[in-house]
Structure formats: structure tokens, C-alpha cells
């Protein structure tokens, strides 16, 4: 099926740094979503965003809807080693539809 | 808080069993989602379920089926298992209104011998 482009597709970063990602797509969505999912778990949604220009907060994760529509920011501050994980996006369409296409995922490992 | 729950989380089957994999959600939702998941493909769609009884195929729905009796579970059947379909796969549900917002279960990990 279909996927997002998702950069970048891992990085190591250092306790306390800054994380930012993001997803781009060639089509405009209507939804965007951000999930986490440790290793041999299920994704757990972080952050929903529904309109252009959002910018929505969860702790330290802040997370962006692009004004153009066709991409999203996660952002992570201070990261801490509990962070690790795979985050990845997620679009719809069209409000109501049932596909989502799904980004390609952001391996993240955090250095104590 | 939504909870979505799956009736196993490792499962070893032989190739050509018939394999069950169950999934309920508690908050009523009338939308629900099994994928399944494979390194460097991603998350792909088997069947979609957009009410009690209703189902529609995703991208990959061959060799799979789905049943959904009643509005707070949603089965997924492989009628005959074979190691291709060896996959780690999640059930999803979602309440239909203005904040489409989808929530995955914790995942079966389906091993097929």
C-alpha cells in the first residue's frame, strides 16, 4: 500500500537533545496523526491534529499540521531514555473515509 | 480511555490450521481495523469494518476473512494458514465523528510453522 515519507528514518541522539521528524506527502490530508509504538507492542497515538496550522502540545511532544497540508512535525523535547521507540504518522483524506496511509517510521535510540 | 484489547499477544500455529484472532473495543466505536504488520513494509490494511455486520476489504484481504457479530468485536480468519502469513497483527477502532481518530490494540504475533 501506500506510505509517507517519513525523515528521518532513525537517529541517535544524546539524553536532553531535541528530536524533530516529520512526514511529507504528495496528496493533501485532512487528518494527521502521531504514534509510538515500542518493540512487539501496538502503536500508541500521541498526538491528533485537524486542521492546517495546528500546533498541538502532550508533554514534551509537540506536533505541527503543515499549512500546506501535505506535511507534519513531531517535535521532542528533552528527550529522555524511555523516548526510545518508533514513531511514525499517519494521514486521512477525507473526514469519515476509512483509509489512512501510514509514514515509514522514525527509529529513535536515545544515549544515557 | 480507550481500550482496545487483542485475545493473544504470541500465537504458533501449523501451516494450514485455521487461526481466530479476536479483538474487542469498549468505547462503542463503530469503526473497526485489522492490519497486519512486516518490516520494511509497514502497516497494511486486511479488512475494514464500518458497522455491525458490515466489512469491506483493504489492500491485502486474500486469504483472510473477517466476522463482526457484534459491534464491540471484530474477528479476523485465517481459513488456512501458511507461513506467509507469518506477521505481527493489529486491530484498531475508531469513533466516527469530526475527530477521526484511530487506536490500535497491543498486536498479535502470529507465527506460522
Known amino acids: 500500500g501506500q506510505q509517507l515519507n517519513q525523515s528521518p528514518q532513525s ?3 544524546q539524553e536532553g537533545e531535541d528530536v524533530s521528524m516529520n512526514c511529507t506527502s504528495s496528496s493533501i490530508f485532512n487528518t494527521w496523526l502521531w504514534y509510538k509504538q515500542d518493540p512487539g507492542e501496538g ?7 485537524y486542521k492546517a496550522g495546528e500546533l498541538t502540545s502532550n508533554g514534551r511532544l509537540t506536533a505541527q499540521f503543515g499549512i500546506t497540508r501535505k506535511d507534519s ?17 499517519a494521514g486521512q483524506f477525507l473526514p469519515g473515509t476509512y483509509k489512512y496511509i501510514f509514514g515509514t517510521g522514525t527509529r529513535l535510540k536515545v544515549l544515557a | 480511555d480507550v481500550k482496545v484489547t487483542q ?3 504470541y500465537l504458533v500455529k501449523r501451516t494450514g ?10 468505547m462503542d466505536h463503530e469503526n ?13 490494511l486486511i479488512y475494514f469494518s464500518y458497522d455491525v455486520k458490515m466489512k469491506e476489504k483493504g489492500d491485502i484481504p486474500e486469504g483472510y476473512s ?13 481459513e488456512s494458514a501458511s507461513t506467509n502469513q507469518t506477521s505481527m ?10 475527530t477521526d481518530t484511530q487506536y490500535f490494540g497491543p498486536g498479535t504475533r502470529l507465527t506460522v510453522l
Open chain 1, 43 to 49: 502503536p500508541v497515538l500521541l498526538i491528533a491534529l
Open chain 2, 7 to 9: 485475545s493473544s499477544r
Open chain 1, 73 to 89: 512535525f513531531l517535535n521532542i523535547s528533552a528527550s529522555i531514555p524511555s523516548d526510545v521507540g518508533i514513531y511514525f504518522c
Open chain 1, 11 to 13: 537517529m541517535f541522539i
Open chain 2, 89 to 98: 497483527y493489529l486491530c484498531a477502532s475508531r469513533y466516527q465523528g469530526w
Open chain 2, 17 to 26: 490450521e485455521k487461526v481466530f484472532l479476536e479483538c474487542v473495543q469498549d
Open chain 2, 32 to 44: 473497526m481495523f485489522w492490519y497486519r504488520q512486516d518490516p520494511g513494509l509497514g502497516l497494511r
Open chain 2, 66 to 78: 473477517v466476522s463482526r457479530e457484534k459491534k464491540e468485536r471484530f474477528s479476523l480468519i485465517l
